[in-house]
């Protein structure tokens, strides 16, 4: 298997993505290479371990770079000679069966939706993170920032989506299912939450996923009450970013523990795009070596799952 990493994106490229594919490389297959898209002169100027000579490293030479400051759509148009852009080109071929970038999030989303698509019956796809709980397992949060505003029925999508994403590249069997909001009565929230409430109790009862109702903020990180927590992406990039500042707040005064690790957005590597007909992970803009290591690893797992045929499967029904 062959996966794709955007060796040019991220504020600290291309040496982070050297020092971080370095370091992934003890822990991916025996059966995976990894495909760096990126120039080749900047990549070896930043190789200090040998690496684009192990034979499990692949080069791609591209001459462009899409900036973060760059419209992503024209950006995307223009530069046809991207890290990114040619790294979408070879997943849409079916070159690499994954592809992950620290870069432009607003340009990988254009190669989401104009390259890859989104799966048919999908109304809009999500992206996802996984956050340790108390307990020592995880929770899968969706949305986390890209729809800042979701009708009912993208919500009760989420629930679908998150539940597949949770069995297949989490292990959880049968995934508590449930709707963030200000109170665990169905009648709480505000208009999003009222309407989407019947339309996930309705899933749940059709066995679509396993749906638990209403979770409180102050119950996510204890595990207790769900395993999937379904949002518009406004709440879930808020909830996402704040729980990012307590973690930093918390280390910067010597607070360790298995827990607070678990917080650490570099341990998660990145975000899925779920909904789309391939694997795509999106990094944090400044991903350290260590979150590119994560993010290529979190690449390898997604790609060897069957989760988009199940998504596929899912909406089709």
Known sequence: MRIGLDAMGGDYAPRVAV?????????????????????RAALAAADNYGLLDNPKIDVVHTSE????????????????????????RHLCSGDIAGFASAGSTGAMMVGCMQ????????IRPAIATALRTAGGGDIL??????????????????????????????????PRVALLNIGEEPEKGNLL??????????????GNY???GNIEGKHLLTGDVADVVVCDGFSGNTLL??????????????VAGSFINGLNYEN???????????????????????AITNMIRLTERAARTDMVSQFKRAFND
């Open 65 to 88: 770079v899409i900036a973060m400051g760059d419209h992503p759509v024209k950006a995307f148009t223009q530069k046809s000679d991207s890290s990114i852009v040619v790294g979408f």
């Open 210 to 212: 396993h749906f638990v």
């Open 19 to 39: 020092e971080g594919a370095h370091a992934a490389l003890t822990h991916l297959s025996e059966e995976t290479t990894l495909v760096l898209f990126g120039d």
């Open 141 to 174: 949060l969706l949305d986390v920032g890209l729809n800042a505003d979701c009708k009912p029925e993208v919500l009760a999508q989420y629930g679908t989506i998150g539940s597949i994403y949770a069995q297949t590249a989490l292990g959880i069997e049968k």
């Open 193 to 206: 939450t009222k309407a989407t409430f019947p339309l996930m109790a309705e899933c749940g009862a059709a």
């Open 268 to 290: 998660v590597g990145g975000t899925p795009v779920l909904g789309i007909n391939s694997t795509v992970i999106i990094g944090h803009g400044c991903s350290s070596a260590l």
């Open 241 to 254: 970013k704040t729980i990012e500042g307590f973690h930093h707040i918390l280390t910067k005064q010597g």
């Open 115 to 122: 390259a890859v698509g989104q799966i048919d019956g999908v």
